[in-house]
């Protein structure tokens, strides 16, 4: 992910590149907490898809004329929409947040019906879940055949990854369907333990 400065006329502040597959086109986000939430937005089956920096409101708080621009439009499956503003849980805290998020949230709702979420990143800048949603990341587009997914289903208790792995590569397959298991939520695992071959996996839901 490439850092960039925009055009030098533009309000958007200097960007971080990421690429969507989800959108299949470039994503900018403004710091290293909203790549975090793209990344949960991109693993999400839920969301179908979402827009940064989509566009700046001018609203008057009181006699004074302010801009906002939300984070992040979303688009979920179901065809609703929200707005969602992105921040570090320190950042949540913060009581003049607390206030400005409020207001913010109020006048678009009241301005344009489309609710506006706060999303704390559960994958900070360097956190390990952070590491296994960017390796994992690769994987999320693999199409699985049927002896694959025949095997990802008889997975009936927790299991050591490098076990599946095996299993594959005694079936003649490739053990990349394992990681794309994890990836698309066939098999599940501890996200705030590093994806290795000795990771405990077990079926998804």
Not at 2 to 7: E, F, I, S, T, V
Not at 85 to 99: D, T
Not at 189 to 205: A, P, Y
Request: glycine share 4%; aromatic share 12%; proline share 4%.
């Amino acid at each position: 992910m490439a850092r960039k400065n925009l055009d030098r006329f533009s309000q958007v502040k200097p960007t971080i590149n990421f690429y969507s597959k989800k959108n299949r086109s470039l994503m900018f986000c403004e710091s290293y907490v909203e790549v975090g939430a793209l990344l949960e937005l991109e693993f999400d089956p839920t969301i179908s898809r979402y827009v940064t920096q989509p566009i700046s409101f001018q609203l008057y708080r009181g006699k004074r004329k302010t801009r906002y621009t939300p984070d992040i439009l979303v688009k979920a499956q179901d065809g609703s929409f929200w707005y969602e503003e992105v921040k570090s849980e320190n950042k949540a805290k913060s009581p003049k947040f607390i206030e400005d998020h409020h207001f913010h949230a109020s006048a678009l709702f009241e301005g344009t019906g489309v609710p506006l979420k706060l999303r704390i990143s559960d994958a900070p800048h360097r956190c390990t879940y952070r590491q296994n949603l960017k390796y994992l990341y690769r994987f999320l587009e693999h199409g699985f055949d049927d002896q694959e997914l025949d095997l990802f289903q008889g997975v009936r208790q927790p299991t050591a990854l490098q076990k599946i792995h095996r299993q594959l590569l005694c079936r003649g397959l490739s053990k990349v369907a394992a990681f794309a298991a994890l990836a698309q939520g066939l098999l599940r695992f501890d996200k705030k333990v590093r994806v290795d071959d000795d990771s405990i996996v077990w079926r998804g839901q």
